[in-house]
C-alpha cells in the first residue's frame, strides 16, 4: 500500500469557493508537508506540519493532521483560478532518524475554474 | 539566496546513451534527495546524499543508476545506457540541518529517452 494517498484525485471548483483536499499514510511520521506542483513545473513547498501539531495556518491555507486516523486535510479558502495545480502531501516516517526522504501520494488536481 | 538549481531542464538522449542531470542545492544545505516521477504520478523517492557520501540509495535501480555529491560542485544524478523508461521527470531537493525536514525542490529535468 502506498503512504500519502490523497482524495480526491481530482477536484473542481468555482473561484471563491472552498477547496478540501485530504490524504492519508500508513506509518507513523514526523512530519506531513504538502506541495503544489503546476502542470510541468517544480514542487512548490507551501506548509509543514508536525506530528505533534493539529492545525496549522498560512495565508488561505489551512492544514490539519490527525495522527489517530493517520489523516491530514489541506483547505485552501477563497480560491483563485492561479490556485489550478497538483496537490501533493508528503510524509517522512523515520522516527528521530537522520534520512528524511519523504513519500509523496499520487495527487489531487485541483481546477479552479474562473 | 537562490533555490536549488537542476540543468539542463529539459533532456533529450536516444536509447544507450548516458544522460547526466545535475543538482545544486540552496546556499548551506548540504543535505540532497534525488526524486523520480512518472507521468501522472506522485514523486518517488530515489537517493539521499550528504557531501561525499550517499545515505540512502534504497530507491534506486540497481542498474544503470548512480549518484554523486562531491564535495566542490552539484550533485549528479548519472543515467548509464538509458532506456524508454527511464523518461520522467527527475528533482532534486535540498534541506539544511536536520531537526526540520523542509525540503526545497528545484524546477527538475525532463529526460526523454528516444
Known amino acids: 500500500s502506498q503512504q500519502g494517498e490523497e482524495d480526491p484525485q481530482a477536484l473542481s471548483i468555482q473561484e471563491g469557493e472552498n477547496a478540501t483536499m485530504n490524504c492519508s499514510y500508513k506509518t507513523s511520521i514526523n512530519n506531513l508537508q504538502w506541495y503544489r506542483q503546476n502542470s510541468g513545473r517544480g514542487l512548490v513547498h507551501l506548509i509543514l506540519?508536525?506530528?505533534?501539531?493539529r492545525e496549522k495556518h498560512s495565508g488561505r491555507l489551512r492544514v490539519t493532521l490527525d495522527t489517530s486516523k493517520k489523516s491530514s486535510s489541506l483547505l485552501i479558502t477563497a480560491s483563485r483560478a492561479a490556485d489550478t495545480a497538483s496537490y501533493f502531501c508528503a510524509t517522512d516516517g523515520n522516527s528521530g532518524g537522520s534520512n528524511y526522504k519523504l513519500t509523496f501520494g499520487k495527487g489531487t488536481l485541483l481546477t479552479v475554474n474562473p | 539566496n537562490a533555490g536549488v538549481m537542476q540543468n539542463p531542464r529539459h533532456l533529450v538522449r536516444r536509447r544507450g546513451q548516458e544522460a547526466r542531470l545535475r543538482c545544486s542545492p540552496m546556499?548551506?544545505?548540504?543535505?540532497v534527495y534525488w526524486y523520480r516521477q512518472l507521468p501522472e504520478e506522485g514523486l518517488k523517492f530515489m537517493v539521499y546524499l550528504q557531501k561525499e557520501n550517499i545515505i540512502d540509495e534504497s530507491g534506486m535501480p540497481k542498474e544503470r543508476f548512480s549518484a554523486e555529491f562531491p564535495k566542490e560542485g552539484p550533485s549528479i544524478l548519472r543515467i548509464q545506457q538509458v532506456v524508454r523508461g527511464d523518461s520522467a521527470a527527475y528533482f532534486c531537493a535540498s534541506r539544511g540541518l536536520a531537526g526540520i525536514n523542509e525540503q526545497f525542490f528545484g524546477p527538475g529535468t525532463r529526460l526523454t529517452v528516444l
Open positions: 506540519i508536525r506530528s505533534n501539531e
Open positions: 546556499k548551506g544545505h548540504s543535505h
